[in-house]
């Protein structure tokens, strides 16, 4: 449950299958909350908060900076997350994930959209 609304964790043998597209319909900026990573943690799997919250007193996280028209590409396992605007500037992006369809377990499969 988050915010209300009932989700589910996709195992780390789907997530491991699939890449992010992060299209940029403006530059990113420090001031306008780019995306910030822990290098390498996508290796790692599927972390908890706790893991998640010791990797980043250990390792030093990267801000990407995407000029517009710029794509970055990512693992979705990687540990990401994006600060408030510190301004006015937009900071439109279009984030598209590829997978390849699979089953998961017990006759689940994983959705595409």
């Known amino acids: 449950m988050k915010e ?3 989700y589910a964790h996709a195992p780390a043998s789907a997530l491991e299958q699939a890449v992010a597209l992060r299209l940029h319909l403006d530059d990113s900026t420090i ?14 799997g599927v972390l908890t908060d706790d893991q998640i919250h010791d990797f980043s007193e250990k390792v030093a996280e990267e801000t990407c900076l995407v000029t ?9 396992l990687i540990v990401h997350a994006s600060s408030k605007s510190k301004n006015e500037k937009s900071r439109r992006v279009l984030h598209i994930e590829y997978a390849t369809p699979m089953a998961v377990s017990n006759g689940l499969e994983l959705a595409l959209s």
């Open 31 to 44: 001031e306008n909350g780019p995306l910030r990573v822990l290098p390498s943690t996508h290796t790692l």
């Open 68 to 76: 517009r028209g710029g794509v970055l590409a990512l693992r979705p």
């Open 4 to 6: 209300g609304v009932n």
